[in-house]
């Protein structure tokens, strides 16, 4: 399954932004997905994660109450809603599948992976 993420910008601390990634394969109700991101000269980190139907979600303690993730599977879409953005999420977004429909939060059980997305939070 081929990923392409979008959706990243520019935006003023205690900004919002939405990120989108749209999957390639019909299948995409059975995936998993996760978004990640990696910030200069810092290891990627796990963001947030939702399974096949988005009836369970997991944050990482960062972003959660200013996050959300959720899924349009008829058009194959994940998205993630960023509020009250902070200087310190500065990163390339990368969203994350695996056809296993379970909550996965660790990077290498993930087989797939778009392209990144900058998103730049100014102070």
């Known amino acids: 399954v081929q990923l392409q993420a979008s959706g990243g910008g520019l935006v003023q601390a205690g900004g919002s932004l939405r990120l989108s990634c749209a999957a390639s394969r019909r299948t995409f109700g059975n995936y998993a997905m996760a978004w990640f991101r990696q910030a200069p000269g810092k290891e990627r980190e796990f963001v947030v994660a939702?399974?096949?139907?988005?009836?369970?979600?997991y944050y990482a303690d960062s972003v959660k109450g200013r996050f959300t993730i959720s899924r349009d599977n008829a058009k194959n879409t994940v998205y993630l809603q960023m509020n009250s953005l902070k200087p310190e999420d500065t990163a390339v977004y990368y969203c994350?599948?695996?056809?296993?429909?379970?909550?996965?939060?660790?990077?290498?059980?993930?087989?797939?992976w778009g392209q990144g997305t900058q998103v730049t939070v100014s102070s």
């Open positions: 939702i399974n096949w139907n988005g009836g369970a979600t």
């Open positions: 994350a599948a695996d056809n296993g429909g379970a909550l996965k939060l660790r990077a290498y059980e993930y087989d797939y």
